[in-house]
């Protein structure tokens, strides 16, 4: 059903309920799963300067993803990385638009029923409401 699966991560251990139902997914529906890290990048500055601090957050990532990832290689299941530089919520929505993604899962945090108002500006949400392709938001 679910033939690519995308996995955003923030590169904390509350990922991985999303990846394990990721990961069982796509072995039902004989799937592969990117998981995807986005370095937000500071508007308006210079590229040049930046350069080596985003490189360093870029190598943390990959390690980051490489141990996490290796955690799945039992399961049977293609599981791939990619890191992008931006906004989060648009670079989630554009790779997912452009790599022909069936399916978004992520993390989300539970909402207080008490406070309403908190909670409307995730990237979680906003992925939830803006993608082309099905969400599961996984608490």
């Known amino acids: ?18 990846m394990d139902i990721a990961v069982k997914m796509a072995r039902t529906g004989d799937g592969s799963i990117t998981i995807l890290h986005v370095i937000e990048s500071i508007e308006d ?3 040049e300067e930046l350069q080596k601090f985003y ?27 990619q890191i992008l530089y931006g906004r989060r919520v648009k670079e989630i929505l554009n790779f997912a638009a452009d790599n022909e993604v069936d399916l978004i899962v992520m993390s989300s945090h539970k909402l207080d029923v008490g406070n309403s108002t908190e909670g ?16 599961m938001l996984v608490k």
């Open 120 to 135: 409307w500006g995730t990237i979680s949400f906003k992925v939830g409401i803006l993608s082309e392709c099905p969400v």
């Open 45 to 47: 500055a210079d590229a």
């Open 1 to 18: 059903m679910f033939k690519h699966i995308l996995v955003p991560t923030d590169l904390t251990e509350r990922n991985r309920r999303a």
């Open 55 to 81: 490189r360093q957050l870029g190598t943390r990532a990959a390690k980051w993803m490489d141990k996490f990832i290796a955690e799945f290689r039992g399961d049977v299941v293609a599981v791939k990385k």
